[in-house]
């Protein structure tokens, strides 16, 4: 299937700072891009996404961007919050029907 | 009024053994998946249904085999268990895989 390189694997902020994270692409026909929130114990839930006839997406403090050109595609949460301490994956749809997830992104956010 | 559940949530067995792990989901979806995560949390896709046809069949054992009863139902049955079995399975439906997932609870499986 297609690869999708996540970064950076953990990322800490502190509460109030924004966290960002990346994700790249192999497949220049991909153009759905979700993103996951996995919680502790719990199963992946989606947050955003965005398809590729768009470059921006915005929910309240969570924003996704994506630059086809340079087939990249990235998480923003603004005004962090304990809450959002999880784990964040990206995925793209590969060509069997189901998605190729990156290896994920442990945020913790501190008070 | 779960969307997406799994049975049982935990399951703890001896090598060699043969289990199964239902999944059921009220959405209505045309697509539903199995998903194994491991202890590094990444998640691969295993299977993928769309309207009982095997869309997909990842590089799994064919000591994994799903059994789709019905439209709402995709259960994971496992031969033969062996330790490296050990992670955490979880079931997912979607309208079709370009539509948002809903993944279940997930299922705790270790091989003893």
């Known amino acids: 299937g297609e690869n999708v390189e996540q970064h950076p694997s953990t990322l800490s902020v502190q509460e109030g700072d924004s966290a960002v994270i990346k994700c790249t692409y192999s497949?220049?026909?991909?153009?759905?891009f979700p993103w996951y929130k996995q919680e502790l114990g719990k199963g992946p839930q989606l947050i955003i996404d965005?398809?590729?006839?768009?470059g921006e997406k915005k929910d309240q403090r969570i924003a996704v961007t994506l630059n086809k050109t340079a087939k990249h595609f990235s998480l923003h949460i603004t005004e962090t919050q304990p809450e959002d301490s999880a784990v964040y994956f990206c995925?793209?749809?590969?060509?069997?029907?189901?998605?190729?997830f990156g290896k994920g992104t442990s945020l913790l956010v501190t008070p | 009024d779960t969307a997406v559940s799994q049975t049982p949530k935990y399951l703890v067995t001896q090598m060699g053994n043969d289990k199964s792990i239902k999944c059921e989901q009220n959405l209505g979806h045309d697509t539903m998946y199995w998903y194994k995560q491991d202890s590094k949390k990444f998640l691969k896709i295993m299977f993928s249904y769309n309207n009982k046809e095997l869309i997909i069949n990842e590089t799994v054992p064919n000591r994994f085999s799903p059994k789709s009863p019905d439209k709402a139902h995709l259960n994971l049955h496992i031969n033969s268990l062996e330790l490296g079995d050990s992670a955490v399975y979880f079931c997912?439906?979607?309208?079709?895989?370009?539509?948002?997932?809903?993944f279940g609870p997930g299922t705790r499986l270790l091989v003893l």
């Open positions: 995925a793209t749809p590969n060509s069997g029907y189901a998605l190729n």
């Open positions: 497949d220049s026909a991909s153009n759905y």
């Open positions: 997912a439906s979607s309208q079709n895989f370009q539509e948002t997932q809903y």
């Open positions: 965005i398809r590729s006839n768009v």
